[in-house]
């Protein structure tokens, strides 16, 4: 799907064959994934908060959500393995159930216009069907915490008994297919149920520090996507997407700073788009940490950038702060309907390669994800390979597997992917 309001500069994004005989190996913790996505979300709130705390005529104080985030993992510590583990397949069944109703496969992603007309309408069929299956999904996600997306890596420890060797290696038993199958649930609710600005912009700030860690844990060429369960060979598109939701957090905040004293728009893009002077931000896994940021990506947010300060005035006008920016022109070339089609396109793709991990055994997947975890906890208790979880030892650090290898960025096609993100969220839909 072509961009309908700004061109793209057309690129290719090149892969690297890898050993096709490398099947659920055990590999070491890689000094690159530093800190997991909990610590990477509470440090990027941090720096970004919209409407929270904010001094008049300091748009560098974006905080507020950090407490809540802390709270969130810390709830993590005291949740019951075991209700984690037996629910694993009903939390599956309900994903899956919403899923289908939230964003049909046999649907166009440019239909889904009229998905969200029919939510807007709480009389609604579709309404109706989604506040029973919102019901249904609710009972087995309580079991994984109150925050809008699972905590995988700190609900892995948790079940896996703080085995800090266990969480770092791969095998049929993992359940991150299931966790994040059920982090898109949650996306889709929040961007397509919406019909509020507020809870719109608290949807961005939510995702925008987890995104995509809460989603997939790595990057892998396509015949290695079966092997590593919960990695994603939709590097191309994620990076993309991750764009588009960073030039929708820009515009939350230049629209909820423009007018106040001292505005500055170019220190807002500082604050979204940089980690430190002259260092572009990166996503996790490409770009983070002290990872050099591949040339290509840094190219296509420095494009991304100059398209957005075309829309910046040298001078205001008539002494107006508001005439710095042209909110109306900016949010019409990166429209919210573009992005929430961004969005569905985006989540149907990682959907499907999901389910091919979780269909990887014959029948019910979940159910055998489940039996497969449940024989690797025994193994550990009986091995007494088990971290006291009342000691300092549980903390929210890097249990994601480490990263299979996988080719450099060279190039990356922007060609044919959706601009945008969507202009009415209505926010998450449960609590």
Known sequence: MAYTNHAW???????????PSIIYPDLPTSAENEADPDVKAEKNIQRRSVYENKS?????????????????AQELLGLNAEDMLDALPDLSDASDKLLRLLAPTDTPNAAIGLVRSDLK???????????????????????????????SPAVLRTLLRGNRTAATTYGPWRPDPLLQKANLCSLLLTVLGSSQKFDSDQAIEELEPVFPASFLHSFVTPKFLISYAGSSAL??????????????????????HIGEANFDPDTILFEVFYQERNRLRGWDFVGSSNEELP????????HRLDLIRKHFFEEPQASDLGKLVDIERL???FSWDDFVIGVVAWSKARLDELQRQINVFDGDGAEKIKIALDLKIQDILKTNSVIDESGPEVVLDDESPSEPSHAPIESIDTSSHPATLARELNGPVYK
């Open 56 to 72: 008049p005529g300091d748009v560098s104080i974006f905080s507020g959500t950090t407490a809540r985030t802390s709270r969130s």
């Open 9 to 19: 500069p057309t690129l290719d994004l090149s892969t690297v064959t890898e050993h």
């Open 295 to 302: 040339k290509a990506l840094e190219d296509m947010i420095k």
């Open 331 to 333: 949010k019409a070339d």
């Open 235 to 256: 590097r191309d598109d994620t990076l993309k997407l991750g764009l588009e939701l960073r030039t929708q957090y820009a515009i939350v905040l230049l629209t909820g």
């Open 121 to 151: 309408d709480p009389e609604s069929r579709t309404s109706k069907n989604m506040r029973r299956l919102c019901n249904s999904f609710r009972i087995p996600r309580d079991f994984y915490g109150s925050s809008l997306y699972i905590r």
